[in-house]
């Protein structure tokens, strides 16, 4: 393994998940639903793959009929208007949108500012480009993870690139208000910096916090790759179908580094998600209502158990604090939990380059059934 790698062993989800079906544990680690996405959306794939549409390479940039949905789905949510034919490109997940991005964007030596904790492939994908990260630490204030901004100014630097931005936030379930966004597009826009979005929790925001596309803000247009996944947005994990949005010479650039790492992928799939994007906006309202009732349900399970619980504002994860139980070490608490309780988390502490700062934070997925929440939360309440 080269020295750019070395120090990304075997990623966290695959390691708890391993560990949860050995041990038989309810697996609150990786972040999927434990229940597909909408049926009509399936019989959409079966059909593209029985009529063999997809079953040979898509084109490049993905199928027309997926470009356009993505574009008119961003038009209709957000008032955001991208060209199907130059300004979305079709990637496979937002995981291979991201490395992409940042192969095509950064120069080796080019720093990056990403939110600390941020989301594991951010720093593998950042050292894979020959970057720098510069992690910006998110910290407790009254009840959610937050950032500081002027701590965000003062990590840029001459050598600053890009920032990336993950909103809503995993681990902790941060919404960034419009307040921290005009901030973050001010930053960007004075310091000419290029923007890379993940936002592949967009759908899933709770109470009144209110999902907001940074490429929505003055002079971030033209600066910004935003990301999006089907797989969070449809609870079609396995799919890997995700995608970009950007000006023609940033969707090119992103283009060219995606063309050698899959060339295409999904052929199939792309069809149903093109039939799933253009749902109407119950199936979202239904999704995001299902999903507030499990955060509670955990929220108040989790608090019950004894722990501090960071009530999340978006995405399908619950940040707390293990402190309250007498514990400070998330690895170790997270490492031994299958054998105490049957239940597998994720140490927040592998999303930090600040270790420490992460220590005692650990994270629960609340994208499962119901009963299967709840016995996970009897489980973890008999652990005091
Ligand atoms: N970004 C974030 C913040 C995520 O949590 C995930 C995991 N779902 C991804 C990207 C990867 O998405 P995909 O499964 O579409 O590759
Ligand atoms: N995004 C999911 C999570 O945070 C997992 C994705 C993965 O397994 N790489 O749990």
């Known amino acids: ?10 990623t966290i ?6 560990l949860a079906l050995r041990t038989g544990s309810i697996n609150l680690g990786q972040g999927f639903p434990d229940t597909d996405g909408p049926e009509e959306v399936r019989e959409a794939a079966v059909r593209a793959l029985r009529d063999g549409r997809g079953n040979q390479y898509p084109p490049g940039p993905g199928i027309p009929e997926l470009r356009t949905a993505i574009a008119a789905h961003q038009e209709r949510r957000y008032e955001l208007s991208y060209d199907p034919d130059t300004e979305v490109l079709v990637t496979a997940g937002a995981t291979e949108a991201i490395a992409a991005s940042l192969l095509a964007l950064l120069e080796p030596g080019d720093e990056v500012i990403a939110f600390e904790p941020y989301y594991d492939s951010y720093a593998a994908c950042i050292a894979m480009a020959g970057g720098k990260r510069v992690p910006v630490t998110l910290r407790p204030h009254e009840g959610s993870f937050r950032l500081d901004l002027d701590e965000l100014r003062a990590a840029v630097t001459d050598r600053t690139r890009l920032l990336l931005i993950n ?9 960034l208000t419009r307040e921290e966004l005009t901030a973050i597009a001010e930053l960007a826009v ?26 929505t803000f003055p002079g971030m247009r033209e600066r910004t790759v935003t990301i999006g996944s089907a797989g969070k947005s449809f609870s079609f994990t ?13 969707t090119t650039a992103v283009r060219s580094a995606k063309q050698f790492l899959t060339y295409v992928a999904s052929g199939p799939f792309q069809y149903a998600v093109a039939e799933a994007l253009a749902l109407p906006d119950s199936y979202f309202s239904a999704f995001r209502a299902d999903m507030l009732a499990k955060r509670d349900l955990l929220a108040t399970g989790l608090a019950e158990a004894g722990f501090e619980v960071f009530k999340p504002a978006g995405t399908y ?32 502490a592998v999303f930090y380059d600040h270790r420490e700062a992460g220590a005692p934070f650990v994270r629960f997925a609340f994208c499962k059934q119901t009963g299967v929440l709840e016995e996970a939360v009897k489980r973890l309440k008999a652990l005091a």
């Open 1 to 10: 393994l080269n020295r750019r790698l070395a120090e990304f062993g075997t």
């Open 13 to 18: 989800f695959a390691e708890m998940s391993a």
């Open 167 to 175: 909103t809503p936030h995993n681990p902790t379930g941060t919404v």
């Open 190 to 215: 004075e310091r000419d910096l290029l923007v890379v979005t993940d936002e592949v929790y967009e759908h899933l925001v709770f109470d009144d916090a209110e999902h907001l596309p940074l490429a």
């Open 238 to 250: 396995g799919w890997k179908v995700g995608w970009v949005t950007a000006t023609p010479a940033l």
């Open 317 to 348: 994860f619950i940040t707390t604090d293990i402190r309250p139980l007498g514990e400070t070490d998330g690895f170790a608490f997270c490492r031994a939990l299958p054998e105490r309780a049957g239940v597998v988390a994720i140490p927040n």
